[in-house]
């Protein structure tokens, strides 16, 4: 009751009729019109638009200007305005726009990677004189790389998170005249990103400078060895989906008007706006790891020599770096926008006059 104190106060201010004004708002905590009632009403204007031929050429090219123009940012307008007397009017505009990503990708990567340094397994042995062994740095390196199943959409459609902007409204209409506006916009944009992604990676990585054997020398002997290094990078990224739908453009407007109605007139505007954003994505991924890595520089002999036997060995290293990323998703629906913003308003309505304002939004 409140509620409906409020309507009439608020139609009242604008020069409406609260006893003859109808405004019907879909939301959840409100009663909905009768749409058996206005469904009727529609299917009696459609045989009417038959028996009228001007009023058929009408509708025809508001239909036509609807459907070869359903771009996001164009205004849209469907109005009866100035109708004659027991006339009967109707202009209602009907658009459907569907836009469909699908993003399908299937990785099935084996890497073998083998990498060897040896600068070792010298011998100096069974010498009259000494025996000497030195030898230099030995190292092995792999990287091994991976990048697969990268998916980076953008719907750019600047508002079309939105319905847009949209007029419906009867205005001017003549005495006992039957007038109907409506307008029918249908958004729908998908996208679906499918990864699989099957990652193998077997890498074999050895540096040696040991294995040196300065034996059975008559005199003395020295093993000196270098520096064995070894270094393993492997990278892997998998299964990355970005998606970006709408933009930075205004959210649009809608506006419901029955302004300056006939006596005993019937005048009804309508909007069914339906804006539907669906993100999906499906990721699976599978990595396995298997990695040798080596650095020698022992196992060195210098034995039953008759002088002084020395062994001195460098640093021997095995570094391993292992960086995996996957299965990550990014999604942004719509922009820095204004919103979207509904006015509906009765205005001037005559005498005896039935006036109707139908919303549904759906998002």
């Not at 509620?3 to 609260?18: C, K, M, Q, S, V």
């Not at 050429?57 to 359903?70: E, G, H, I």
């Not at 980076?152 to 319905?163: L, W």
């Not at 599978?286 to 036997?309: C, H, K, M, Q």
Request: glycine share 10%; net charge negative; charged share 25%.
């Amino acid at each position: 009751m409140i509620f409906r104190n409020l309507l009439e106060d608020l139609l009242t201010a604008h020069g409406g009729n609260p006893k003859n004004t109808y405004v019907f708002l879909r939301l959840p905590f409100l009663v909905a019109p009768d749409m058996e009632k206005i469904e009727r009403r529609k299917e009696v204007n459609k045989m009417k638009k038959f028996k009228q031929l001007l009023s058929v050429m009408s509708v025809f090219s508001l239909l036509l200007f609807s459907t070869v123009a359903p771009v996001a940012g164009v205004e849209r307008h469907a109005s009866n305005e100035n109708t004659g007397a027991e006339s009967e009017n109707t202009a209602v505009i009907e658009e459907q726009k569907e836009t469909e990503v699908r993003n399908e990708n299937n990785a099935d990567v084996d890497n073998d990677a083998s990498a060897y340094g040896y600068t070792g397994e010298n011998t100096a042995s069974y010498n009259t004189g000494g025996g000497e062994v030195k030898t230099g740095d030995a190292s092995a390196s792999v990287n091994v790389t991976t990048t697969v199943n990268t998916n980076d959409t953008t719907v750019s459609c600047g508002g079309c998170t939105t319905p847009g902007d949209v007029t419906v409204q009867n205005k001017n209409t003549g005495y006992d005249s039957e007038n109907t506006a409506g307008a029918e916009v249908e958004s729908e944009i998908k996208v679906k990103n499918e990864n699989d992604a099957d990652i193998d990676n077997d890498i074999y990585a050895d540096s040696d400078t040991g294995s040196n054997d300065a034996s059975y020398n008559t005199g003395n002997a020295l093993v000196d060895t270098g520096k064995a290094t070894t270094t393993v990078g492997v990278t892997t990224e998998a299964n990355s989906n970005s998606t970006e739908v709408g933009g930075g453009s205004s959210g649009g407007s809608l506006t419901l008007k029955n302004n300056g109605t006939g006596a005993d007139s019937e005048n009804v505007a309508w909007a069914d706006l339906d804006v539907e954003i669906e993100v999906e994505n499906e990721n699976d991924l599978d990595i396995d790891n298997e990695i040798d890595a080596f650095g020698y520089t022992g196992e060195n002999t210098a034995s039953y020599n008759t002088g002084n036997a020395t062994v001195k060995t460098g640093d021997g290293s095995a570094d391993v770096l292992v960086d995996e990323s996957g299965n990550t998703n990014e999604t942004v629906v719509g922009g820095d926008g204004d919103g979207f913003e509904v006015l509906m308003e009765n205005m001037n309505t005559g005498y005896n006059s039935y006036n109707e304002l139908d919303l549904e939004l759906e998002s």
